[in-house]
C-alpha cells in the first residue's frame, strides 16, 4: 500500500548573514493513512521547519529540494487532472495549487492557539471561514452546519453556544479543539473529496495542564480511527510519543537520526542521541536525570561528520570524518551511528 506523506530527501535552505543553512537536510520519511507518526527532537531540531515545507509555508527567500508526495483519492472524475498535478510532488506546487490542498487534503494545528486564532472573530465565523475557502457558493446553512458537526467531532462542548463565544473567552484546552475543528472543517464539506487526510500536529499540547493534554490526545487518536487520517505528531515529549504514536522519527539538527516502532525504539534505543533524550526525561521512581552534555550546534557552524559526535560519549575517529548513512538495526528500525 502506498503511503499517505511520502518525503524524499527533503531539503530546506534559508538565507543567513553568514551564509546559506540547512534547518532541514535531506530528511526521508513516510506517514500511512490512520497511522500516527512521532516526530521527535529538542527545540531548532529542525521538526517545525519541516511542517512549514510540507504545507509550503516557509518563508520569503528559501529554497527546497528533495521530494515530498502526498497521495491523493477521489471519487470525483472531474478532478482526474488535478490529482496528476498534484502527484508531482508537494515541492513543485504552486501557491495556488497548494490553496487547494490545505485544509481540504492535508491541514496543521499550530502550536500556540491564541496566536493562531483571530482576537476579533467569533470562533465559528473562523470555522466557517476554513469551510468558505473551499466552497464559496455553499449556502449558509449548510456552511454553519459543517461548521457546528466539525466542532462537535472535535469535542467541544454546547458547539452552538462556543460558536458565538472569542478566542479569549475559551480556555486553552477549548481553544485547541477549535483549531482542531478548524482543520477538519473543509473535508466535512466536501462529500467527494476524504476529510483533510494528512493532519501535522505542531506541539499541541503545549501550555496545556496534564489533564487537558490527555484529552487532546485521546481526541487526535479517535480522529485518526474515525476519518482515517495520517497524523505526524511534532512534539519534544518521548511520554506523549509513547501514548500516540506508531512509529517516531528522531530528529537531530535538521537530521533524521533514528526511526522506527515507537515501542522498539523506546525500548532499544540504537542513536547516542536518542539514549540520551530517554536518561534525560522524568520518570514514575524518584531519582536524578542525566543531561546530555553540551548543546546543538548552530546550523552555520556543523562539524564536519556526525552532528552529535561533539556531545556524544560513544564518538570513534570515523564519527568526526564523513555523516553516517541510516544503517537498518532491522528492517523496520534504522539509526544514523556507526555503532549500528
Same mark, same amino acid.
Given at each position: 500500500?502506498?503511503?499517505?506523506?511520502?518525503?524524499?530527501?527533503?531539503?530546506?535552505?534559508?538565507?543567513?548573514?553568514?551564509?546559506?543553512?540547512?534547518?532541514?537536510?535531506?530528511?526521508?520519511?513516510?506517514?500511512?493513512?490512520?497511522?500516527?507518526?512521532?516526530?521527535?527532537?529538542?527545540?531548532?531540531?529542525?521538526?517545525?521547519?519541516?511542517?512549514?515545507?510540507?504545507?509550503?509555508?516557509?518563508?520569503?527567500?528559501?529554497?527546497?529540494?528533495?521530494?515530498?508526495?502526498?497521495?491523493?483519492?477521489?471519487?470525483?472524475?472531474?478532478?482526474?487532472?488535478?490529482?496528476?498535478?498534484?502527484?508531482?510532488?508537494?515541492?513543485?506546487?504552486?501557491?495556488?495549487?497548494?490553496?487547494?490542498?490545505?485544509?481540504?487534503?492535508?491541514?496543521?494545528?499550530?502550536?500556540?492557539?491564541?496566536?493562531?486564532?483571530?482576537?476579533?472573530?467569533?470562533?465559528?465565523?473562523?470555522?466557517?471561514?476554513?469551510?468558505?475557502?473551499?466552497?464559496?457558493?455553499?449556502?449558509?446553512?449548510?456552511?454553519?452546519?459543517?461548521?457546528?458537526?466539525?466542532?462537535?467531532?472535535?469535542?467541544?462542548?454546547?458547539?452552538?453556544?462556543?460558536?458565538?463565544?472569542?478566542?479569549?473567552?475559551?480556555?486553552?484546552?477549548?481553544?485547541?479543539?477549535?483549531?482542531?475543528?478548524?482543520?477538519?472543517?473543509?473535508?466535512?464539506?466536501?462529500?467527494?473529496?476524504?476529510?483533510?487526510?494528512?493532519?501535522?500536529?505542531?506541539?499541541?499540547?503545549?501550555?496545556?495542564?496534564?489533564?487537558?493534554?490527555?484529552?487532546?490526545?485521546?481526541?487526535?487518536? #479517535?480522529?485518526?480511527?474515525?476519518?482515517?487520517?495520517?497524523?505526524?505528531?511534532?512534539?519534544?515529549?518521548?511520554?506523549?510519543?509513547?501514548?500516540?504514536?506508531?512509529?517516531?522519527?528522531?530528529?537531530?539538527?535538521?537530521?533524521?537520526?533514528?526511526?522506527?516502532?515507537?515501542?522498539?525504539?523506546? #525500548?532499544?534505543?540504537?542513536?547516542?542521541?536518542?539514549?540520551?533524550?530517554?536518561?534525560?526525561?522524568?520518570?514514575?521512581?524518584?531519582?536524578?536525570?542525566?543531561?546530555?552534555?553540551?548543546?546543538?550546534?548552530?546550523?552555520?557552524?556543523?562539524?564536519?561528520?556526525?552532528?552529535?559526535?561533539?556531545?556524544?560519549?560513544?564518538?570513534?575517529?570515523?564519527?568526526?570524518?564523513?555523516?553516517?548513512?541510516?544503517?537498518?538495526?532491522?528492517?523496520?528500525?534504522?539509526?544514523?551511528?556507526?555503532?549500528?
Amino acid at each position: 500500500m502506498k503511503p499517505l506523506l511520502d518525503v524524499r530527501a527533503l531539503t530546506v535552505e534559508l538565507p543567513t548573514a553568514q551564509g546559506w543553512v540547512r534547518p532541514v537536510n535531506e530528511v526521508s520519511l513516510q506517514v500511512g493513512a490512520g497511522e500516527c507518526l512521532g516526530l521527535v527532537g529538542e527545540s531548532g531540531s529542525g521538526k517545525t521547519m519541516l511542517s512549514l515545507a510540507i504545507m509550503g509555508l516557509l518563508p520569503v527567500g528559501a529554497r527546497v529540494s528533495g521530494q515530498a508526495w502526498l497521495a491523493k483519492e477521489t471519487t470525483d472524475i472531474k478532478e482526474v487532472e488535478e490529482v496528476k498535478a498534484m502527484r508531482t510532488g508537494l515541492v513543485a506546487l504552486k501557491e495556488h495549487e497548494y490553496r487547494l490542498l490545505r485544509g481540504r487534503e492535508i491541514a496543521m494545528i499550530f502550536q500556540e492557539p491564541m496566536t493562531s486564532l483571530n482576537p476579533v472573530m467569533r470562533v465559528g465565523a473562523q470555522v466557517e471561514e476554513a469551510i468558505r475557502a473551499h466552497r464559496p457558493k455553499m449556502a449558509a446553512e449548510l456552511v454553519r452546519k459543517n461548521m457546528l458537526e466539525a466542532l462537535r467531532l472535535a469535542a467541544v462542548p454546547e458547539a452552538e453556544e462556543r460558536a458565538r463565544q472569542y478566542p479569549h473567552q475559551l480556555s486553552g484546552g477549548l481553544r485547541q479543539r477549535v483549531m482542531i475543528a478548524m482543520a477538519i472543517a473543509a473535508g466535512l464539506a466536501e462529500p467527494n473529496v476524504a476529510q483533510a487526510r494528512l493532519l501535522i500536529a505542531d506541539e499541541p499540547t503545549t501550555a496545556l495542564d496534564v489533564t487537558v493534554q490527555k484529552e487532546i490526545l485521546e481526541l487526535l487518536q #479517535r480522529l485518526g480511527r474515525e476519518l482515517h487520517l495520517g497524523l505526524l505528531f511534532i512534539t519534544h515529549d518521548l511520554g506523549v510519543v509513547a501514548q500516540v504514536a506508531d512509529r517516531v522519527a528522531v530528529m537531530y539538527a535538521g537530521r533524521v537520526v533514528e526511526e522506527g516502532p515507537v515501542k522498539e525504539v523506546l #525500548r532499544v534505543p540504537r542513536h547516542p542521541y536518542t539514549q540520551g533524550l530517554l536518561a534525560a526525561s522524568p520518570k514514575l521512581e524518584r531519582g536524578k536525570l542525566t543531561p546530555i552534555p553540551g548543546s546543538v550546534p548552530k546550523l552555520t557552524a556543523l562539524p564536519p561528520g556526525c552532528a552529535f559526535e561533539p556531545r556524544c560519549a560513544f564518538r570513534r575517529d570515523q564519527c568526526s570524518a564523513t555523516v553516517p548513512e541510516l544503517r537498518e538495526a532491522n528492517e523496520a528500525h534504522s539509526a544514523r551511528c556507526v555503532l549500528v
